[in-house]
């Protein structure tokens, strides 16, 4: 599944890949293909949705035992 909640990894990857392609034609080393880059994208993308649900379930365990406690 992917976001569509503002996420900056695909304008990161792809300022990589832009960045990577410049270098070649400065110095010839030979960019990343693009099926590559777009790969990693999703990875990293979907790594940072599970840290988030994480984050979430942990914020709602911490809240519901504080008010157990309560």
Do not use: W
């Not at 993308?45 to 984050?55: G, I, T």
Request: net charge positive; glycine share 4%.
């Amino acid at each position: 599944m992917l976001r569509r909640d503002g996420s900056t990894v695909f304008g990161e990857k792809l300022r990589e890949q832009v960045e990577e392609r410049l270098d070649f034609y400065d110095n010839g080393v030979a960019p990343r293909k693009n099926i590559v880059v777009m790969k990693t994208a999703i990875e990293s993308n979907q790594n940072k949705v599970e840290s988030s649900h994480l984050m979430s379930k942990t914020k709602c365990v911490t809240r519901l035992k504080s008010f157990q406690a309560d």
